[in-house]
């Protein structure tokens, strides 16, 4: 079956006034959606359009030659967007205990996680996401280009931040360290707990 969009846990406006209703329909009805029907544009016929769209992104040396490059780009859009929002919205604001003792473990600190955290949002030049994954059962902060993913090198994703400018442009123009920072008020950590647990 073809890839479709994944339905959002959240009204657009939820999330103000740190993500606005405007750039948050824009983004998933379009920019997401724009990657969705492109992802299955160039898996058509190749024989991995009816895998996991993670699986496909672990694989890409697998593709056809032709494809690889616009299904990393689109697939990978499609698959950083899917994470993107689950780590949006939700009841809780603070980390699981379990999460903050492997954030204090890794970085020394909570604040210390952050600043590094942030770091990777604002140092990615252009377009580009920044992650805590895990890495061989370690805690890691990095930041991918464009739509590249972490889990074509074998990472798992706990925590994503899409810096791209479609991201945050309407409200906060060039200030992308305003929507750094206002991301943390808008964090789902539930998610990060769920997803952490499922990779021990």
């Known amino acids: ?7 959002l846990l959240f009204s657009y406006d939820a999330l103000e006034p740190h993500i606005d209703a405007k750039t948050m329909e824009v983004h998933y009805s379009k920019h997401h959606r724009t ?8 898996l058509a016929g190749t024989g991995w359009e009816e895998k996991p769209i993670e ?3 672990k694989n890409l040396d697998k593709l056809p ?3 690889r490059t616009p299904v990393r780009n689109h697939g990978g859009g499609y698959f950083n967007h899917n994470l993107f929002w689950t780590f949006l919205g939700g009841d809780s604001r603070s980390p699981s205990a379990d999460v903050q003792g492997a954030l204090d473990g890794a970085f020394g600190s ?3 996680f952050r600043e590094k955290f942030e770091a990777a949002a604002l140092g990615q030049f252009g377009s580009g996401w920044a992650w805590l994954v895990k890495n061989d059962g370690k805690l890691e902060i990095l930041q991918t280009a464009n739509q590249d993913s972490p889990v074509s090198s074998g990472k798992v994703p706990l925590l994503a931040l899409d810096v ?4 945050y442009y309407l409200k906060y123009q060039n ?3 305003d929507y750094v920072k206002a991301f943390w008020n808008v964090v789902n950590w539930n998610e990060v707990a769920r997803r952490f647990t499922a990779a021990a």
């Not at 079956?1 to 339905?7: A, E, G, I, Q, R």
């Open 110 to 112: 909570m604040d210390a």
């Open 35 to 42: 990657y969705c029907d492109n992802a299955n544009k160039f």
């Open 1 to 7: 079956m073809p890839y479709t969009l994944p339905k």
């Open 55 to 57: 699986e496909v992104l």
């Open 175 to 177: 200030r992308r360290a």
């Open 164 to 167: 791209w400018e479609h991201a």
């Open 65 to 67: 030659e032709d494809k």
